[in-house]
T-cell receptor
Framework: SQQGEEDPQALSIQEGENATMNCSYKTSINNLQWYRQNSGRGLVHLILIRSNEREKHSGRLRVTLDTSKKSSSLLITASRAADTASYFCATEDDKIIFGKGTRLHILP | SAVISQKPSRDICQRGTSLTIQCQVDSQVTMMFWYRQQPGQSLTLIATANQGSEATYESGFVIDKFPISRPNLTFSTLTVSNMSPEDSSIYLC????????????FGPGTRLLVL
């Protein structure tokens, strides 16, 4: 089955900087989703991008999808301390499959 | 790791009725969650099931519609009340466990169709 794999595994940046996380997957997809998980909390859906879309925005979030490279990126602009969390990409086959996530830490 | 089972695995229900979904974990876990995945959509967090206290609901979900029980650290139920066709979805139980590294595990899901 296919699986999203995030890169980097961990990322620390200064507050106010932009954070970019990448996701690669193996086979064709209908859509790709990004989720955030704060420590000890449930997964929260951020953005869903469909296979026929190349870019999508939501507030400070920007997601791109390159189906030829089987990759996606999540950009968080003007990062804040509250953005500290783990971020997961997920693809869907007969069920949603999550990658291992990127742990993002925003430094004050 | 955690092994999660859900009952029923699927059901077809009539409008206006209620269905209770059970979630059983093979080990004691602190954090249990209920998610919904509507057709073609992403996972949506319904609530966090708290042991010994009322569940914590996400925006757009209320206790009257989705009452949750968590009598102990290995078991939880989610009831979908007064169902309508819009409630047709997959409902998933999930747990978060681990000490140095938190890992989320999902149950197999309950496929609900409301006629």
């Amino acid at each position: 089955s296919q699986q999203g794999e995030e890169d980097p595994q961990a990322l620390s940046i200064q507050e106010g900087e932009n954070a970019t996380m990448n996701c690669s997957y193996k086979t064709s997809i209908n859509n790709l989703q990004w989720y955030r998980q704060n420590s000890g909390r449930g997964l929260v859906h951020l953005i869903l991008i469909r296979s026929n879309e190349r870019e999508k925005h939501s507030g400070r979030l920007r997601v791109t999808l390159d189906t030829s490279k089987k990759s996606s990126s999540l950009l968080i602009t003007a990062s804040r301390a509250a953005d500290t969390a783990s971020y997961f990409c997920a693809t869907e086959d007969d069920k949603i499959i999550f990658g291992k996530g990127t742990r993002l830490h925003i430094l004050p | 790791s955690a092994v999660i089972s859900q009952k029923p695995s699927r059901d077809i229900c009539q409008r206006g009725t209620s269905l209770t979904i059970q979630c059983q974990v093979d080990s004691q876990v602190t954090m249990m969650f209920w998610y919904r995945q509507q057709p073609g959509q992403s996972l949506t967090l319904i609530a966090t099931a708290n042991q010994g206290s009322e569940a914590t609901y996400e925006s757009g979900f209320v206790i009257d519609k989705f009452p949750i029980s968590r009598p102990n650290l290995t078991f939880s139920t989610l009831t979908v009340s007064n169902m309508s066709p819009e409630d047709s979805s997959i409902y998933l139980c999930s747990v978060l466990t681990g000490t140095s590294t938190e890992t989320q595990y999902f149950g197999p899901g309950t496929r609900l169709l409301v006629l």
